[in-house]
């Protein structure tokens, strides 16, 4: 009877053992499968790269109060801070921006490539409006976005010289436009709508300096493209303070969305336009009332003098002129005498009219004596 039990008690040990063994190696396969039928990692978690067309040039942390390079910085300046940094580079122009905000890493392109611009914290919409921590540079060709909707748009913008107001601060005004691009990998995908997620109006001086900025276009930002609507263009109006300069560059940027999805387009569109400030008018001179004529020039001219008067055909110059400056020859004065004609005459006359006299006188005297006789 012992004997039995004792060989029970062992055939369930094996048993029990058996089952342990079981149990351990089916652990890993049910985590195998419960790994397996979870979703796979969206791309926005998975940490990215520069685009496989471009090269890193440059990289920059945020270290709590500044942006500073790791390493060279290849002619690329960035300033700001963690919710908004800007940049610049005075070397290649660059094709993408590598942006670390929170725990995700994701590129965003430049369509097409850009000499300046500004990244958000909140246009990492997968990142939740985590601060920005990290931005790296990519040189390269214009490319699409590693991850995003297969949606694009083009841009265009006008600007006019810029007014000076009375505040000595400068208004320029023109109009954007965003254009549909027609779906590239296969006509038949049906077009979704587009929504344009954000948008900045940026004033440059000549020297790359920020003078102002909008940072949300009235009328453009969240405006969606409807699946048959291919255009939108809207007036836009930045006001700004100079300073010494006297051409700017007015650049916008856009961002976009595919508005069924919500699915991110990774690329920063943007255009450019260049305007001076308005030229100035001279002012108009005031008009001079026709005068009435008695108070005409021609009336309120004295009447020449006779040492004064021109001789006929002399041209009337106005006074001061070097020809009427030239005096003229001093008239003669009239001859007043008995007999004689205003201004002299031939003594023929006078001799005449002295024979005639005596003639007479004569005639008289001889009559006299013909009568005493």
């Not at 796979?40 to 890193?56: G, I, Y």
């Not at 040492?307 to 106005?318: E, K, R, V």
């Not at 004609?341 to 013909?370: C, E, H, M, N």
Request: one cysteine or more; charged letters at 10%.
């Amino acid at each position: 009877m012992d004997r039995l039990r004792s060989h029970a008690i062992g055939i369930g040990r094996l048993l029990r053992a058996a089952i342990i063994r079981r149990k351990a190696a089916a652990l890993p396969m049910a985590a195998a499968l419960l790994l397996w039928s979870m979703p796979a990692a969206t791309s926005a978690d998975t940490a990215e790269t520069c685009p496989s067309t471009t090269t890193l040039a440059a990289e920059f942390t945020w270290n709590t109060s500044a942006w500073a390079a790791d390493g060279p910085s290849a002619g690329i300046s960035v300033w700001g801070d963690s919710a908004l940094a800007r940049w610049s580079t005075t070397g290649t122009p660059i094709a993408a921006v590598v942006i670390t905000a929170g725990t995700v890493t994701i590129n965003y392109v430049y369509d097409p490539v850009a000499l300046q611009g500004a990244v958000a914290a909140t246009d990492v919409e997968d990142a939740q409006g985590a601060p920005l921590a990290h931005l790296g540079f990519c040189t390269g060709p214009s490319t699409n976005p590693t991850s995003g909707s297969g949606i694009s748009v083009g841009v265009t913008k006008t600007a006019s010289c810029g007014v000076v107001n009375a505040d000595q601060t400068v208004t320029v005004q023109g109009s954007i436009t965003v254009v549909r691009h027609l779906v590239e990998q296969d006509p038949s995908i049906p077009r979704v709508p587009i929504r344009i997620r954000t948008t900045r109006d940026t004033i440059f001086a000549g020297d790359g300096s920020i003078l102002g900025e909008v940072i949300s276009i009235p009328g453009l930002t969240g405006y969606v493209l409807a699946s048959d609507t291919n255009t939108v263009t809207v007036p836009y109006q930045v006001t700004f303070a100079p300073g010494s300069a006297d051409a700017f560059t007015n650049k916008i940027e856009i961002t976009i969305e595919n508005a069924t999805s919500g699915l991110d387009r990774h690329k920063y569109y943007h255009a450019s336009a260049a305007f001076d400030l308005c030229q100035v008018g001279a002012a108009t001179p005031t008009p001079t009332p026709t005068p009435t004529p008695e108070g005409s020039v021609k009336a309120a001219t004295p009447t020449p003098t006779p040492s004064q008067a021109t001789s006929p055909g002399t041209s009337g110059s106005p006074e001061g002129s070097v020809k009427a400056a030239t005096p003229l020859p001093s008239a003669s004065v009239p001859n007043t005498a008995a007999g004689s004609p205003p201004g002299g005459g031939s003594p023929a006359p006078l001799l005449a009219f002295g024979i005639l006299l005596v003639s007479s006188g004569a005639l008289l005297a001889w009559a006299r004596i013909l009568i005493h006789r």
